[in-house]
């Protein structure tokens, strides 16, 4: 909608005769001043006391008039909140802002006094993204003004902390969703929304996404907000999504975790990019809390970037997510940009049900283990699932999805005769992996199991196995080298 649109429009809305809209959805094709003002006295006119829902999304004008004219942008929007917060649209429900792509501390400023003042007291869902002024084309403005555009991208921690302090006082009591995200120099902000969630003023909360990038600096506002999260601070709390960027908030944010745990019913999304997240700090705090079993509600986990990971944090991470007590059994999905590809070794331990199983299979066949040599499987309870496990299992042990394994060991993972020939029979239809050795403890194996991996000898489906040892079998010395130890 162009500007010339939208300001007729709101004219429209504030006259006499104006519909009585329940729901409105405004993409104006740039945020100029003139219409948001227009639609800020619509609002103002209380000719839309019967709204309920309001999606207004402000796309950036690049132009350099633009640039010139911010300060007048920032206080049309300002003007904008101020009339939603002013008692104007009492019964409104939905609020998304989430392209007020101008930061503007007035803005969040404003929003936090009208929930002070009840003013949108009847909300149950608030999505509100300040991001950084970007993609403005600064060719002809003055040196001067680029330097100040450049230098006020941030959101300052008071706004934030203000907007916190309403949720506190209890002026959404209906809020079951929020969406919040800012980028801010430090991690005042963090802080001060953290105090927000802690002082119960969110009974009705469910699905909280905080959308976070943070420059280097004080890290004590991480470090709280992982407190309060982990803690059971908001009762009402199920899902929480963090997608956080740049240096090491997330770290911070689990030593806060470390002081209670992220457990179901509450799941946790984890979105981690840009710079800093793969720091020594952060990789070890994360890697604490979730071999302490601290993350039991982790549901999806996303890495972008990492590929300043080093190799002892790719080994940390890894055995981390293989502890036995990390209990992650409502861990989906993990997916990785760059960040895990080249893991050469792998140990997991501790599966005992045919859905850890059915996860397992799942991560390792997802694409990004293309450098894996090296798999363990220790202490699995296969046993107590028949032949199952195995099936499940067989179908990710080959060529297609982990093209560089060579070596596969197996311990306490209850191998029987059936149950190889389950796994040999799954390389017998798709080319396995290129394994050069494979090693199993405590196997109780005769002759026929051995039979069995011997029939892939012949059509040359496993040219490269060396070595293969099994504890307590009878297998052809022709083929197998036998370890009774």
């Not at 993609?135 to 555009?149: D, E």
């Not at 992982?226 to 740049?246: C, D, F, M, P, Q």
């Not at 986990?301 to 944090?313: A, H, I, Q, R, V």
């Not at 450098?371 to 496990?389: H, V, Y």
């Amino acid at each position: 909608m162009p500007d010339s649109q939208l300001t007729a429009f709101s004219n429209a809305l504030a006259g006499e005769r104006a519909p009585a809209l329940q729901e409105l959805e405004i993409v104006p094709r740039t945020g100029h001043a003139v219409g948001v003002e227009r639609f800020a006295s619509a609002v103002s006119s209380e000719h839309l006391f019967e709204l309920r829902a309001l999606k207004f999304q402000i796309d950036a004008d690049s132009s350099p008039q633009s640039v010139l004219l911010r300060a007048r942008s920032q206080t049309s929007r300002i003007t904008l909140a101020r009339s939603l917060g002013g008692g104007h649209t009492r019964c409104l429900r939905s609020l998304d802002l989430q392209k007020l792509l101008v930061v503007s501390d007035g803005t969040l400023m404003a929003l936090a006094e009208g929930i002070q003042g009840g003013g949108l007291s009847s909300l149950e869902n608030c999505y509100l993204v300040f991001d950084k002024f970007r993609g403005l084309n600064l060719t002809r403005t003055p040196a001067y003004m680029s330097r100040l555009v450049h230098q006020s991208g941030h959101m300052n921690a008071y706004a934030v902390s203000a907007f916190g302090a309403a949720l506190r006082g209890g002026g959404c009591p209906s809020l079951s969703n929020l969406r919040l995200g800012w980028w801010e120099k430090e991690s005042g902000g963090v802080a001060g929304f953290a105090e927000g969630l802690d002082a119960g003023g969110l009974g009705s909360l469910r699905n909280l996404t905080l959308c976070v990038e943070c420059g280097e600096g004080d890290s004590e506002g991480g470090r709280r907000f992982g407190e309060v999260l982990s803690t059971g601070r908001v009762l009402s709390l199920r899902n929480v999504k963090l997608n956080l960027r740049r240096y090491e908030i997330f770290g911070t944010v689990c030593e806060g975790f470390s002081g209670g745990s992220i457990a179901p019913p509450v799941l946790l999304d984890v979105v981690l990019g840009g710079e800093g997240w793969s720091t020594e700090r952060t990789v070890t705090a994360f890697s604490d809390v979730v071999r302490g079993g601290k993350l039991s509600g982790l549901r999806r986990l996303e890495l972008n970037g990492g590929e300043l990971l080093s190799e002892t944090g790719r080994e940390a991470l890894g055995e981390a997510f293989s502890d036995a007590h990390a209990h992650l059994d409502f861990l989906e999905e993990v997916v990785h940009s760059g960040a895990l590809c080249r893991i050469e070794s792998l140990v997991v331990e501790g599966l005992m049900d045919l859905d850890e199983i059915r996860l397992l299979v799942l991560g390792l066949g997802g694409g990004q283990l293309q450098s894996l040599n090296s798999l363990k499987l220790e202490n699995m309870a296969l046993g107590t699932l028949g032949n199952d496990g195995w099936k499940v299992l067989s179908e990710v042990l080959i060529a297609e999805k982990l093209p560089c394994l060579q070596s596969l060991g197996l311990s306490s993972v209850s191998m029987t005769n059936d149950r190889f020939r389950t796994l040999a029979e799954a390389w017998g239809s798709r080319q396995p992996a290129p394994l050069v050795s494979i090693f199993c403890t405590d196997a109780a194996l005769s002759s026929s199991a051995g039979e069995a991996l011997w029939s892939l000898f012949r059509p040359g489906r496993m040219p490269y196995l060396f070595a293969a040892k099994f504890g307590h079998n009878a297998l052809p010395s022709a083929l197998l080298d036998f370890n009774d130890d």
